[in-house]
């Protein structure tokens, strides 16, 4: 493994602050370890980036060190309300590798039908970081090995893409158009998520980084686990209460409560 530390700002003046961005190239053989340990592969740089373009040039994924979360399959346990969608005669669901997608005749018309849900799920959302076609395709699509896709009268409604690492699924992006929300996809995606790891024999299913109140939801997830920086944790409680600090940080006093900094060298 090869890390890259980029010091975006120090502030040392009147207070100790610094923000530094950690990423890697992780290496072959080296994946377990590196998501035991916190990293994911993720993509904070813009393509224009001199970083971006040495990496590709190298063929290699940039990873970066985060709060992840990940689940423990055998501890995982899924609520009944969350697979209501199983029990309907209209829905169904199937497994996919990228292989298989770009082995369709249809293919094209597959991934444009991938991109309207995108674009339907971001703007459910508001979100401001929103891939364009291309780029939709490119990291999302592409760089995917494994695919969930979700039907409605023969018609996907929502996706799930997924990579694996090593002995172990990272899910990248769960996206749908939000006709049926009473369905709760997203949580049937993690059962599914977590039956496709145990098939086969994953220990961990990796979902994504665990910020702020938008993923206090996973704290409820059973098996959860959240990276620290130091250790994996599980305490609910303390994982709502990092969300809303998370969420309630918005000034540089925020940033540099030692207080706080110290509590998290606790859980």
Known sequence: ??????????????????????????????????????WLPTYFYTNDCEFVNESEANNKQIWCQLRSTRIECEKFRAKSKHLKALKLNNFSYKYITIDDLNLQSNKDQIKDRLYYLYDKYVTHKNYKDILDKENFIKYVIDD?????????????VACTAMQQFGSALVSGLFFWDYSEPQLSLGNLSNHLEVELCKQFNFKYLYIGVYSEIPSQYKSYIKGVQVWTGRKWMSNKRKLIDIAKSDSNSNTLEDFVDYDKFQKLLEF
């Open 144 to 156: 995917s090995s494994h695919f969930i896709l979700f039907y409605l009268n023969d018609e996907i």
């Open 1 to 38: 493994m090869k890390i890259f530390y980029d010091h975006v700002i120090s502030k040392q003046a009147d207070t100790d602050f610094n923000y530094t961005l950690i990423s890697a190239w992780v290496d072959s053989g080296e994946e377990d370890e590196a998501l035991a340990t916190g």
